[in-house]
């Protein structure tokens, strides 16, 4: 759901307000927890449709120790399978499961898509004073410095959000790119290759490991 605000300078009430008309997020309490026992459940199933159900429920009702099981899905034979499980994984990790930090996550987001990039950045310092170990919420701090060319605080950013999410393919690849910015080629060859052993169907990283590969080979010759 999209938020407007007016110029990032929405009170810290008036997110409460937000809050309390959002609810609590990530399907907390019994009803969460059923649904993420079903969910590993359907997983197991030999049924495609029960699977795809199954891996689509855990965005909203898993936690983040499910993570490898979301990333082992990424190598199954099934496009779909693939394709809903990768969904599934931002679903999960775009959670700080909090009534307050959850909504002032999608507003950060809206600032950024808004090319708003100095309120997008108050807003996530602002949510990362709240919640620091919210890995994405690092993620995504990051992408506003790339989309500022700060890439020195881009790379801090990234390599933050990976110490707190070791499995998060995004932030490989943002420091990939980062070092590629930077002239640090053979560094950003490892970045992209880090990031496809986690996920393989990322096509755009590929591209970017071939071009990074053929300027870290040139500087050795």
């Not at 019994?30 to 026992?37: F, M, Q, T, V």
């Not at 590929?206 to 080979?217: G, K, P």
Request: charged share 25%; proline share 3%.
């Amino acid at each position: 759901m999209g938020i407007a605000l007016n110029a990032g300078r929405t009170s810290l009430a008036g997110l409460l307000v937000v809050a309390a008309l959002l609810g609590t997020a990530g399907g907390a309490g019994a009803a969460g927890a059923l649904d993420r026992e079903r969910a590993l459940k359907m997983i197991g199933s030999s049924h495609l449709e029960q699977r795809r159900q199954g891996y689509g429920l855990l965005a909203d009702a898993g936690e983040m120790e499910d993570t490898p099981v979301l990333l082992s899905a990424l190598l199954d034979d099934e496009d779909l399978i693939r394709g809903v499980a990768e969904q599934s994984l931002w679903g999960l990790w775009m959670r700080a499961n909090d009534p307050v930090a959850d909504p002032m996550f999608q507003m950060a987001l809206d600032l950024l898509h808004q090319a708003k990039l100095a309120e997008s950045e108050e807003m996530f310092d602002r949510l990362l004073e709240m919640k620091p170990e919210f890995a994405e919420g690092w993620h995504r701090r990051g992408e506003v410095k790339v989309a500022g060319e700060r890439w020195d605080a881009a790379a801090a950013d990234f390599s933050h959000a990976l110490e707190l999410n070791p499995y998060h393919f995004g932030a490989l690849e943002g420091l990939g790119h980062c070092s590629l910015r930077r002239g640090r080629n053979a560094e950003a060859v490892g970045y992209f290759r880090r990031a496809l052993e986690l996920n393989p169907n990322l096509d755009a990283v590929r591209e970017a490991l071939r071009r990074a590969s053929i300027a870290a080979e040139g500087d050795r010759t």
